[in-house]
């Protein structure tokens, strides 16, 4: 019992190590998160379809700190490169007002058109201060509007 309250009391300094630059492996440990994330927002309702929540006539569908025209030119980007789809995430109700926390990019398995959409989320991730990640199969690319 003891060693394994020892265990439990270190796991928290273990997980910091592993996601340090250059440590252990941080974009596979990114890459599961966002696919966990990922799949946890496709079962929420708490997302839309990128087109029509951006093209809706309400002025309530909103981003609290992105550019909307940035996001909607990511989102032709995006599905011009061959997503499957692009969703509007996490989108939480205030006020009256919808905001859009994230993009979600739900990829396809062809490596073409894979290579496509990394290329367009590598200028994605300088652009909404994410970190890249590398194609190692993931199901998601997710980008904080926020």
């Not at 496509?116 to 200028?123: A, C, D, I, N």
């Amino acid at each position: 019992m003891k060693k394994c309250l020892s265990i439990l009391a270190a796991a928290p300094v273990i997980v910091s190590i592993l996601l340090m630059p250059g440590c252990g492996k941080p974009q596979d440990s990114l890459v599961v998160a966002v696919d966990k994330h990922g799949d946890e927002i496709m079962q929420s309702t708490a997302k839309a379809e990128a087109r029509e929540w951006m093209q809706a006539a309400n002025t309530n569908h909103v981003f609290f700190k992105a550019d909307a025209k940035q996001v909607a030119q990511y989102v032709d980007d995006f599905y011009k490169a061959g997503a499957t789809q692009v969703l509007i995430a996490d989108i939480e109700e205030e006020q009256g007002f919808q905001y859009g926390e994230a993009l979600l990019v739900v990829l396809p398995k062809d490596p073409a058109a894979r290579a496509k959409l990394f290329e367009v989320g590598s200028r994605a991730d300088t652009d909404f201060q994410n970190d890249s990640v590398s194609d190692q199969g993931q199901k998601y690319l997710y980008y904080s509007l926020d």
